[in-house]
């Protein structure tokens, strides 16, 4: 289990120092998507469910009415933003 989780942290860190050069070589997209790989090692090593980590989101949202988010949803502007990460199990 030591050898593994060992292992693990050393993909992390390559990870990063990947993400790093692509964050400089103005690759942003791509270093978001290693970024999510991270996220997911990193809930991985701290034994982190997912059902934590959306539970910490829905803490995050600003708390408005739920006909202010049903407003908000139907904008156009709403519509045209795609997610910046989709949590897919």
Same mark, same amino acid.
């Given at each position: 289990m030591a050898n593994s989780e060992a292992r693990l942290h050393s993909v992390l860190a390559t990870l990063e120092e990947c993400r790093d050069a692509l964050t400089h070589s =103005?690759?942003?997209?791509?270093?978001?998507?290693? =970024?999510? !790989?991270?996220?997911?090692l990193r809930m991985k090593l701290n034994r982190i469910a997912d059902s934590d980590l959306k539970a910490l989101c829905? !803490?995050?949202?600003?708390?408005?009415?739920?006909?202010? *988010? =049903? $407003? $908000?949803?139907? =904008?156009? $502007? !709403? $519509? *045209?933003?795609?997610?910046?990460l989709k949590l897919v199990k």
């Open positions: =103005s690759d942003r997209e791509t270093a978001l998507l290693v =970024s999510v !790989a991270i996220l997911e829905d !803490a995050m949202l600003p708390d408005e009415a739920p006909a202010e *988010r =049903s $407003q $908000q949803a139907k =904008s156009p $502007q !709403a $519509q *045209r933003r795609r997610p910046l």
